[in-house]
């Protein structure tokens, strides 16, 4: 039942057009950011070709197959060789794989082309995923290629990846791509709401702190998120309403600081998503359409004061940043530069203000 699934109508739509028309690739490869769903559409695929009272071919969601499709059995321990095996789910026809360290290994992959080679034992059809698809290595790669290049007609292959630019060509002119978007907050939200995993507000919040993701939304560390947007909120107060430099820099220190190493991106992230809620504000966009709608009293003092063209500014300044961060360049020194590039305009005041 897709439907039960959250958001993407567009590829549920697709992927019942070819469950109805019989006509399901024998590999497809799903793409899309992480967290929205990519792994529970595949096993709901896994569920309507397996499923023993199929309505309109969709899996019912109730009977034994259905059920056990929706199992792993997932290695107890921390051990690389048991991560190393197809991981089954209860049914016997349907099972996964994942990276066990860095990489997919190649007797992953030949123990999905001997498996694929069998007949389904008790469904209909063999369906195997491959998760983190974007770890092939060459030798795996070279590996998975042969059952996709000829791929047993009850056995389906479904590749999983974030990064499908990752791929070898050879993989990608093999499989049929299908694209998931990110989900909007509302569809986080209701979600979210109706499985009662939050209270109403920290649902709506999280809903908007995701950016997209129900993986984000529900694992994402609501303590840190808020710690992180208070700081930078300081530097967008820094920049327009105080005008205060030491506090850039200050701000700026802390951001370097050990303890907020992996946070870096992150609150970069925060700022950027600050720095919009503001411009929109300015513009006369409503509260409700915000990223941190809960801080609109806040934004609406910075946006009263901000000119739509600086801000378009610090994002691409902050986009830079992010540039010269994949090429290693000192941390330190480009962050404060940042901030003091930001702060810039406002200190000179050149820039007219428009509105
Ligand atoms: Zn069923």
């Known amino acids: 039942m897709f439907d039960e699934l959250t958001g993407n109508s567009r590829v549920k739509a697709v992927l019942k057009r070819m469950l109805v028309s019989d006509r399901l690739p024998g590999a497809m490869l799903f793409t899309g950011e992480e967290g929205i769903g990519k792994r529970l559409f595949a096993l709901e695929v896994a569920r309507a070709l397996n499923c023993r009272t ?28 048991e991560w190393s095996q197809i991981i089954w789910t209860n049914h016997p026809d349907v099972g996964l794989v994942i990276a066990p360290k860095r990489v997919l290994r190649v007797e992953q992959m ?52 974030a990064r499908p630019a990752m791929l070898l060509p050879t993989i990608l002119s093999r499989c049929q791509m299908i694209r998931f978007s990110p989900l909007t907050p509302d569809e986080i939200e209701t979600h979210i709401t109706k499985n009662n995993l939050v209270d109403a ?21 609501l303590v840190t998120f808020t710690s992180q947007r208070k700081a930078m909120l300081k ?12 506090q850039l820099l200050r701000s700026a220190e802390q951001l370097n600081e050990a303890q907020y190493k992996d946070e870096f991106e992150e609150r970069l992230d925060v700022l950027e998503t600050l720095i919009r809620d503001a411009w929109m504000l300015s513009l006369g966009v409503d509260s409700s ?34 540039e010269q961060l994949i090429v290693n360049v000192n941390r330190k020194v480009t962050t404060d530069s940042l901030f003091l590039v930001m702060a810039g305009d406002v200190a000179a005041g050149k820039r007219p203000k428009v509105r």
């Open 54 to 81: 199929p309505k309109d071919n969709e899996a019912c969601g109730i009977c034994s197959s259905c059920v056990r499709i929706g199992k792993l059995n997932y290695p107890q321990r921390d051990d690389a060789d």
């Open 110 to 161: 030949r123990q999905i082309e001997k498996e694929a080679n069998f007949r389904p034992f008790e469904g209909k059809a063999r369906v195997f995923l491959i998760d983190e698809a974007d770890k092939l290595n060459d030798a795996s790669a070279n590996a998975l290629l042969k059952v996709l290049e000829e791929p047993p007609r009850t056995s389906y292959l479904i590749l999983i990846t």
């Open 201 to 221: 507000k920290t649902a709506r919040l999280r809903a908007r702190a995701a950016g997209g993701s129900m993986g984000r939304a529900l694992s994402g560390d």
């Open 235 to 246: 530097v967008l107060n820094a920049l327009v309403l105080s005008e205060d430099r030491a």
């Open 289 to 322: 359409r915000l990223v941190n709608e809960d801080l609109s009293a806040e934004l609406r003092e910075v946006a009263q004061k901000m000119d739509s063209g600086r801000a378009a500014d610090w994002i691409l300044q902050i986009e830079d940043l992010r």
